[in-house]
């Protein structure tokens, strides 16, 4: 079998599709304008239900709850 030159055979630069490169995401906020970092913890299905409904019994959001115990467990003053 004849076979063409390697560079023969090639399509002008023209003609290869490029994949696009990666466009570096914008860098995630680390803190909210109260300075709030976010964090993630994974809990048992309970704690999650006790959560539930012990914010919605003080009519507060869930994270308050946990930011009010974190602090009281470390000992942090507010």
Do not use: N
């Not at 003609?15 to 570096?24: I, L, R, S």
């Not at 300075?35 to 409904?53: I, M």
């Amino acid at each position: 079998m004849d076979r063409a030159p390697a560079a023969a055979s090639r399509r002008p630069l023209s003609q290869v599709y490029c994949y696009p490169t990666k466009t570096k995401k914008p860098a995630r906020r680390t803190a909210t304008s109260r300075g709030l970092v976010r964090e993630v913890a994974y809990l048992h299905r309970d704690e999650v239900e006790a959560l539930a409904r012990k914010a919605e019994k003080e009519r507060t959001s869930k994270s308050e709850i946990i930011r009010r115990a974190l602090r009281a467990y470390l000992g942090i003053e507010d």
